[in-house]
């Protein structure tokens, strides 16, 4: 027998206790939708979960009159600290919940349990338990003296980390005494339900949590509600113009996290096994359904060919396949739609003339796979070099100096991420100055943490999620008049007044 | 010359050294040998990013292996432990029955395999011949070997001329493989060339009056040499050199085997085999005791060198305990049942 | 007998010249009473794309030269524009119809708000930055850096403190800008013209156009190769409009204000044309 091929090890969904159907979570209860409902499936056996309820425009907007409410009779009377009380609660019951949140995800989403139980919950926990402790030191977010809660933000969140983006939004706007509309992804609704359980595990006071489930349409309506006071979108960049334009002239603080194709940096001076497992960690983790990931691989030339042929050897250790077992490392495309996508442009990439390799392995029959894919001999105007793929699709690219590579990252629209390996500090410093994008791993890569500012340049949006910029997204300076800003400004009181 | 080491006290640094031409390393490095050529070479060996490694390793460390898989690895773990007693209290009857324990490690299945060698003291090993007996030697049919530890273990700080004949000692006394230290001080303070040189002379050491060769494993101690950058250029030095195995550590300093400096070397003998063609065994060695923490060295060695590294002449524990917590786990997954510290033998 | 005056003429800033209009236009500057002051010219979306270019062009060099470097150049304009107070209180008098103690108040207070910038350039990182204490063994910083290329629709109702408390900001983090001076009240902006011209600041760092920001500004806000839109001044544009424009390459977008609070100075001016850059650093001793 050959001992790689590891017997099958699948993480028991016998703690899962899932309802056969989801109502909108409004107001603290869970209540039915008014449009009709829609399934759920697992993408890796394209078996039913659960049946979702879908929310009309009406529903929309109960929850953001229950928001609306909460906000005005509860939230924004409760101080900091018991604001951050109820944020610990809720970061505990994550943690003793984790292993069914992380089944519930690996199941809902196709990525594999070792994710979803060593990166994605444990990073949400942390999420909360990091701004719960912020709900009492708002005067140090950076927004100047007794800066206000926004109103009611409305959250939009994608399909690749469930849960995680759902910290991601949830806890901040929370802490910074904000209430919230979230809307998690059509294809991956259960973590989010779940979560709803645990607000009403944590006592959390009706309102100021809801959860509205459905697609597009129900995003759009939420965003575009006139009584929300914040806007919170993280997905694709089309839709985050979309939304940018529909908000314009109106007051609403927006923050998006959109679109990526970060250039992962690789010089010939690289500690080389790490920098094999950065760009594996890269493109691969998470089925390379990460903004950030490193989608374009650049390789300085006098070492492109070793580095492609350590990483084919390095490839062939992957295990594709089912995303409950614990040896799995890459796990179901999300939907069949993404999967036409990945399809599609890696067709392109092809008829483009890049060589397509991938390692051999047996997809499963059912749901959607994808084989890790790489792409040597590409040109930088190849539509792989340039289109989200957000897939397990690499890219690869040479360049032959420190400015060649750098001038090859920065050419993009889209400026999240980045990667550079080299044992050169100095060379990183001076990469990383000159590299346009919002998170810069240096001999490391798609690491996460709530203290760490997370988010893009020109078309990758705008804001920051992550540490203190994150909660400052949910503030606005104190009320006018509250600071001294009166004119003329001489240059001290101009300094005081510098939150305007 | 005199004179001029003596004005010049930093010459015998500057200055450029012949080293033995040592096969292995005139093919690789070409040309002439000498200090400052292998410095150079070993200088070229790209960084580790010890966070990239320990993070690597962590990930490897957390496959699950299960059922079959497990019947399989733990029965493997078995074949390719080097059963070890380096006690100063060490005498031949701890040894015979340190040999018996290698033979049949589980009385009560005999199914069990065999260790791959009882790993002893030089001075020792005629006694562990001699309790081996018709059973001594890979080449036999349910045979197994006996290693020597030798150059003064473990600190090594002895005279060249002491420690070859420490190693020819424990070859002629019937050793199969040899168990050497390098030379850390000699290699933390720059000086490759001497612990090359030494390397050669002790595999030279290594010949038997009929040519053939104990099989020489190169104790790095990583403990020792602190740095994975240390620990890559040890390793390659101790292959150009001529070692058959490179082995972490003596067990006598902290830290001794990890996960993440035996998959560092398993990545080194995988590039030597990349860019020769040639196999070389790694050992792991010291404080590996539970069979969770085996297993994971053996999925890291599959996932990094490749499978077929998983054999005895390619891959050893060096370890003592780990035996017993092997046949404790093998004893559940027969029985179904935990068993106890009782059900197996102390040796 | 009196000796007749030399008129000046009032050129674009572009890249560090003074082109007349490529369009050849020019439109009448009046008086606060309603009589001729002076021609200015009168900018096309054609000078409005050479400004982008030369602003461009001018990213790499204003924003990696040290916040030290880029206070003192900017402290050098407070400088120059202490020399030349005469002249601008001369031309707000004309232009405003203030006294010309009200224009010397004006004109100090854009000199102050100046210098107050100034210190900016090498103190911003520390205030809106942040070294982050991240769960593991990394080096984790936040540093806000400059977008790039910044548009500005200057203040329309004010002939210096406006033009500069839109200005300045964006320059202290390293954006260079493409501004719209206040199509009534231009002359200000182009007398600093002059003086940036003499001054250090790079040639391409402040471009500077006159005319019509209601015909100017969709070119800026639709420009692909600008990164942010300062709509500070644009309250009687339709500026819904050139929000919506400015989305299609996700622009960072400041809305019009308006009335005497218009721009005041705040750290948060600064900070809305920068982006913040996280790196991490794998940290270990072995």
Redesign the interface.
Known sequence: ?????????PESTALLNLQSEYGLFINGEFVAGSDPTFSTISPATEKHIATIAQASSADVDAAVKAARTAYDTTWSRLSGRDRGKYLFRIARLVQERARELAVAESLDNGKPI?ESR?VDVPLVA?WFFYYAGWADKLDHA??GPNPRALGVAAQVIPWNFPLLMLAWKIAPALAAGNTVVLKPAETTPLTALLFAEIVQQAGLPAGVVNIVTGAGETGRALVNHPDVNKVAFTGS?SV??EI??SL??T?KKLT?E?GGKGANIVFD??????AI??IVRGIFFNQGHVCCAGSRLLVQENIHDEVVERLKTRLG?LRVGDPLD??TDVGAINSAEQLQRIRTLSDIGEAEGAERWSPACDLPENGFWFAPTIFTNVSTSSRIARDEIFGPVLSILSFRTPAEAIAKANNT?Y?LSAGIWS?KGSK?LAV??K??????????FN?F?P?????G??????G?EG???GLAAYLA?AAFGSSP?A?????SS??E???? | MTTEQAVRPDSAVTKDHAVSPASRAVEVLGGELTEQSLKRYLAGIPGVDAVGLHARAADLGSRSIKTTSKAWALDRIISLIDLTTLEGADTPGKVRSLVAKGLTPDAGDLSCPRVAAVCVYGDMVPAAVEALGVFHGENVEGGINVAAVATAFPSGRASLAVKLADTADAVAAGADEIDMVIDRGAFLSGRYGQVFDEIVAVKEACRRVDGSYAHLKVILETGELNTYDNVRRASWLAILAGGDFIKTSTGKVAPAATLPVTLLMLEVVRDWHRLTGEKIGVKPAGGIRTSKDAIKYLVTVAETAGEEWLQPHLFRFGASSLLNDVLLQRQKLASGHYSGADYVTID | MSRLAVPKTYKLYIGGKFPRSESGRVYEILDASGGFLANAAQASRKDARDAVVAARNAVSGWSNATGYNRGQVLYRIAELLEGRRAQFIDEIVASEGVSPSVAGSQVDEAIDRWIWYAGWADKYTQVAGNANAVSGPYFNISVPEATGVVAIIAPQDSSLIGFVSAVAPALVAGNTVVVVASQRLPLSAISLAEVLATSDVPGGVVNILTGSPAEIAPWLASHADVNALDLVGASDLDWISLQIAAAETLMRVLPPESGPDAALPSLARITAFTETKTVWHTKSLI
């Open positions: 027998m050959s001992f790689l091929e590891y017997a099958p090890a070792k060593d942390a950076g927004v960049t985050g113009r940018a334009r314009a002239g007051s998006l959109l001076d690289a500690p080389i096994d790490q497992e950065g250790t614990k040896n629209p400026g044992d990183i990383a100055d590299l346009r994008a919002g998170v810069i791993w240096a001999n490391t690491q943490d203290s760490s500012p997370f988010g340049y020109k078309e990758s949006g705008y920051r540490g203190k910029q300076p800003t004119l003329p400004v001489s240059t101009a300094l007044g510098a939150d305007k």
